[in-house]
């Protein structure tokens, strides 16, 4: 798996024999936050034809300004670490979309997918 970024936090980290997957988040630039899902094995290579594979949920600081008020987190340096308590778990990266689909501004965000 890649290394760290710097300030990330890992929401889920597992390893099940064939398949492994990390979620992680981070604060970015100008109060953005990304999310990222890392897979790497036989499953990854099977549902993207590739392993590894990266996603990537990019949001900007209105987004993440929504995000935060929507878990009810006061502090936006405090978003990763209720991110942990409530998607941790190899599904992280998708509940978050999930989420995210229901607050204003979705259509803006940045998906990226290498």
């Known amino acids: ?12 980290e597992g390893y099940d ?5 990390r979620v992680t988040c981070w604060q970015a630039e100008r109060g953005g936050l ?3 899902r890392r897979s790497a094995g036989e499953l990854s290579q099977w549902c993207f034809g590739e392993s590894p594979h ?3 949920l990019s949001f900007d600081e209105v987004q993440t300004s929504a ?4 878990l009810n987190v006061e ?5 990763a670490a209720e ?12 509940r978050i979309a999930s989420v995210m689909r229901k607050l204003p501004l979705w259509e803006n965000y940045f998906e990226k997918i290498a």
């Open 83 to 94: 991110l942990a308590i409530e998607f941790s778990g190899t599904d992280g990266w998708t």
């Open 67 to 70: 995000l935060a008020r929507y």
């Open 17 to 21: 024999g064939v398949e492994c997957v």
């Open 75 to 79: 502090r936006e340096e405090e978003l």
């Open 34 to 36: 990304v999310v990222t």
């Open 1 to 12: 798996m890649a290394a760290f970024e710097y300030g990330e936090t890992v929401l889920f």
């Open 54 to 56: 990266v996603a990537e």
